[in-house]
């Protein structure tokens, strides 16, 4: 595997360098730039490709959080923040883990080492989607095709996803973020960190839990229920 390219961003001067230090111990990691303002990080990332961000998140102008979903097609995130709270929030945005400074270079090479196993499973996975309406999926050693409109759901099972359709079903590695630029609104939707489901294969809604027409119970995160039940038309 290619070293990794990556950049740190940090408003404070002594947690950039120290990050920017641990980095250079890393031998599949290579420190392309480090920056101090998040302005300067995002045109950046806007002309140039990396593999990996460290990103603090409360910094002036623009904090971490808002700068990764303004990227079209964010690389890996490890968000690094001295507030516990926020780890939830980074999550969401799709990170893919956090840092609470003082960063420990253990937990820091835990959290690349993650970070690598990730890119290296989206660089290996073994979803092809050839058109709008189609994929082919890598399961038991040979190609299948799958129609989109057949999925009732997906889940995330560690390295691999579960793709459910009417009577079968498919195991594949993948990640879920994967499926997320293959599944896409308004007739996917995310309801929670591992399952994606068709919105025409629900059922019936009850509390936080949605049951899809096979009968699987699926529940629902909370920052997810009122954007599901708009996309529903429910009020």
């Known amino acids: ?6 950049i740190v961003l940090d408003d ?3 947690g950039r360098e120290i990050i920017e230090n641990f980095v250079k111990e890393i031998d599949f990691l290579e420190l392309v730039d480090s920056f101090e303002d998040p302005v300067k990080a995002l045109m950046f990332l806007e002309n140039n490709n990396v593999d990996l961000i460290f990103s603090d ?3 002036p102008k623009i904090n971490g959080l808002d700068l990764v979903k303004s990227l079209e097609n964010p690389p890996v995130i490890i968000f690094i923040t001295a507030h516990r709270d926020f780890a939830l929030d980074g999550f969401e945005t799709g990170a893919t883990d ?10 820091f090479l835990k959290a690349v080492n993650k970070a690598k196993d990730y890119i290296s499973l989206k660089q290996n996975s073994t979803v092809h989607q050839v058109n709008s309406d189609r994929i082919f999926i890598k399961s038991d050693g040979k190609l299948t095709k799958i129609l989109l409109d057949e999925i009732l759901y997906v889940e995330a099972q560690g390295d ?3 793709i459910v359709i009417q009577n079968e079903t498919y195991t594949t590695l993948a990640t879920l973020k994967s499926m997320d630029e293959v599944l896409t609104l308004p007739k ?3 309801v929670q960190r591992s399952f994606i489901i068709n919105l025409e294969a629900i059922r019936s809604l009850s509390g936080n839990m949605v049951e899809l027409v096979n009968g ?3 529940s629902i995160a909370l920052n997810k229920k009122e954007e ?8």
Do not use: T, W
């Open 57 to 59: 998140i409360q910094m």
């Open 1 to 6: 595997m290619e070293k990794l390219r990556c």
């Open 160 to 162: 691999y996803l579960k």
């Open 188 to 190: 996917f939707f995310r």
């Open 216 to 218: 699987k119970s699926i």
């Open 12 to 14: 404070e001067p002594i």
């Open 228 to 235: 599901l039940f708009q996309l529903l038309g429910i009020r």
């Open 98 to 107: 956090y840092l609470v400074k003082p960063v420990r270079f253990d937990r």
